[in-house]
């Protein structure tokens, strides 16, 4: 027998890995904030739960993605919150981008309860979670992700076991810190070279024949030379995760003079945004600059 599973957030990237964990056959129980968000599932075949505590109680696998750390405390920990009511001997695997401080707290609150937790952020934008493709950054114990593995197989096409507890949130803001850097210099770069009279496409067609070509060039550039930013990785949490990574910079003593400048900049653009972009959306602020 399947074991069943639990999900709790059905934004951009819950909604269609629910959908995959349905195709592959497991029975699924969710919640989300927004009930209209869970609708989709509970037509294609999943069961809606009342609150998260609820959802816990029935899964054998519960999966968390929510868009910030104080999005999964009150998931975790709120008054009908999901940890009390896991069950001992199943397992809790966070796909939020947090703190690394946060997972090794929830995997304290999981021990005293028999849970296994892993810390398993994700990438591949919601088409990787669309097709299943998505990979997992994961920090816990080898036993436990193979535990879960056929369940997380149904989502994603790679597993990374990093270290312990907060391993894999680690790897995450690391890596999204780059991206962010990456699309940030790319606009940047973009900037220049239209101010100085050259056309942007003819930037992009070197870049890809050379080593600056990248996944992210390959995905973002199109968006920034058309200014369409329809969400597939939004700005705003962009902007969280580079936070993020600059908190965990202080915490141990490192500096990031690219990251912070990087960050004044998301900031920027996402305080004069009205819409939910992506965060290629970072190219707004020479547009606006170019007005100034």
């Known amino acids: 027998m399947k074991p069943k599973v639990g999900l709790i957030g059905l934004g951009l990237m819950g909604l269609p890995m629910g959908h995959n964990v349905l195709r592959a056959g497991f029975p699924l129980v969710v919640w989300n904030r927004t009930r209209a968000k869970a609708e989709p599932l509970v037509r294609a075949g999943a069961k809606l739960a009342p609150n998260p505590r609820e959802v816990a109680s029935q899964a054998d696998v519960l999966i968390t993605i929510a868009s910030d750390p104080a999005a999964v405390e009150s998931v975790l920990w709120g008054d009908v919150g999901a940890l009390d009511g896991l069950r001992p001997g199943s397992t809790l695997v966070d796909s939020s981008t947090g703190s690394p401080d946060l997972a090794r707290r929830i995997a304290s609150a999981c021990a005293e309860r028999?849970?296994?937790?892993?810390?398993?952020?994700?990438?591949?934008?919601?088409?990787?979670?669309?097709?299943?493709?998505?990979?997992?950054?994961?920090?816990?114990?080898?036993?436990?992700?193979?535990?879960?593995?056929?369940v997380l197989e149904a989502m994603g096409k790679r597993f990374f076991l990093l270290g312990p507890n907060g391993a894999g949130q680690t790897v995450k803001l690391g890596m999204n810190l780059l991206l962010a850097l990456q699309v940030d210099a790319l606009a940047e770069a973009l900037a220049l070279v239209t101010a100085a009279g050259v056309p942007a496409e003819r930037l992009i067609e070197v870049m890809q024949s050379s080593m600056a070509r990248s996944g992210v060039l390959d995905v973002k550039a199109p968006l920034i030379l058309k200014s369409e930013f329809p969400a597939s990785f939004p700005l705003r949490l962009m902007h969280k995760d580079v936070r993020l990574a600059l908190e965990l910079a202080r915490e141990h003593g490192v500096a990031l003079p690219a990251g912070a400048a990087a960050y004044a900049t998301y900031t920027s653009v996402k305080d004069a945004s009205t819409d939910d972009p992506d965060f290629a959306a970072v190219a707004r602020f020479w547009k606006k600059s170019a007005r100034s």
């Open 114 to 150: 028999g849970v296994g937790f892993l810390d398993a952020p994700v990438t591949g934008g919601t088409w990787g979670a669309e097709k299943g493709e998505l990979v997992f950054m994961v920090g816990g114990k080898a036993e436990v992700l193979q535990r879960v593995k056929p």
